[in-house]
């Protein structure tokens, strides 16, 4: 598994893949402990959870099935989204990480992500809060999810610590990063730019993006791999995995991990060997014909 600097922090070494927890909950503590050596056995050292994933039950679920050294991996989670409510505030963030310390049985996160934007945000109280669960050694990195450009500038222009990451959807099917890049100055649907331009303003100031939802489309639709709706796109993964020897879905993978940005892949499965799929994904680099042909077979067009 090849690895990567995280956020342009040369001391913060990752694997591409990493692996989501937001389905954890649906597993037996023995198939979660089998997908958890599954996935480190692959190389992935880094996982994801939130403190929202099934209530807090997916954090308590892994860190009472995590049989591993604490030091060898990167647990990263996220605070911010409560029912009705996106809270920023200081006390929330610290109250938060506290939780998720105890329900995933550690001392330390290696990554706190802020969720979700909240519209009433004060950063300097943000500030505040990373600056006191840094300080207490319960946090040792900052991040954030679903932020377009200028509300991360925001932010780090009152957080003292760097900014390494920026979670958001990305995929074959969920492609609004890129699309607006090739549109520029076009008079056409695809030229809106929802994010700020996001892809560059991270690339800019080396903030890694993380893919999640790697292999649905739509908000939490389902698969789009083998699904019938996109024939198109799942006849070009064929024919590309055949000539690699792959499965589609590590084409998949690859597709995201080709784009320069370096990004990560948040993967969601449940199932070990589709894991391992997703990380054979990290063997294929796919030519730049190839990916632009994907990106077709997706449904987009090129002006
Ligand atoms: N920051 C955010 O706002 C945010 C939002 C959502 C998710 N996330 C993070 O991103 C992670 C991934 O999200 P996700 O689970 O929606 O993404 P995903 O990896 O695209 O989707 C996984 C789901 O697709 C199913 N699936 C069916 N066929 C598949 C195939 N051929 N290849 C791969 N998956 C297939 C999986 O079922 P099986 O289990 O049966 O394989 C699983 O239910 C989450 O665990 C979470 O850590 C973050």
Not at 71 to 90: A, R
Not at 91 to 96: A, G, K, L, R
Not at 262 to 273: E, I, L, S, Y
Request: glycine share 6%; net charge negative.
């Amino acid at each position: 598994m090849i690895t990567q600097t995280i956020g342009g922090n040369s001391h913060l070494q990752s694997s591409r893949i990493i692996m989501g927890c937001m389905r954890i909950d649906s597993l037996s503590q023995h198939d979660l402990q089998y997908l958890i050596d599954t996935a480190i056995n692959n190389g992935i050292s880094y996982f994801d959870h939130a403190d929202i994933y099934a209530n807090g039950y997916c954090e308590e679920h892994f860190g009472n099935s995590f049989r591993g050294n604490r030091e060898n991996i990167v647990l990263q989670t996220k605070c911010g989204i409560k029912s009705g409510v996106f809270d920023f505030s200081k006390q929330h963030i610290i109250s938060s990480v506290e939780n998720s310390l105890s329900r995933l049985k550690t001392s330390y996160i290696d990554i706190l992500l802020l969720h979700r934007p909240d519209a009433l945000v004060e950063p300097e109280e943000v500030a505040e809060a990373f600056e006191t669960l840094f300080q207490q050694g319960k946090v040792l990195h900052f991040g954030v999810s679903n932020h377009n450009s200028h509300q991360l500038a925001l932010l780090q222009k009152h957080i003292q610590h760097k900014l390494l990451i920026n979670q958001l959807q990305f995929s074959i099917m969920h492609s609004g990063i890129i699309d607006a890049g090739f549109n520029v100055n076009m008079n056409t649907e695809q030229a809106i730019d929802k994010n700020g331009g996001v892809l560059d303003y991270c690339r800019l100031n080396d903030i890694t993006i993380q893919a999640w939802s790697p292999f649905t489309y739509g908000f939490f639709e389902g698969t789009f791999i083998d699904n019938e709706r996109f024939w198109q796109l799942n006849q070009t993964l064929h024919a590309i995995s055949t000539k690699y020897n792959v499965s589609k879905t590590a084409i998949a993978t690859a597709w995201i991990l080709r784009h320069p940005a370096k990004m990560q892949v948040v993967a969601g499965t449940t199932k070990p060997n589709r894991l391992q799929e997703i990380c054979e994904g990290t063997t294929v680099t796919l030519t730049r014909e190839e990916w632009y042909q994907i990106y077709l077979a997706a449904g987009n067009t090129l002006p």
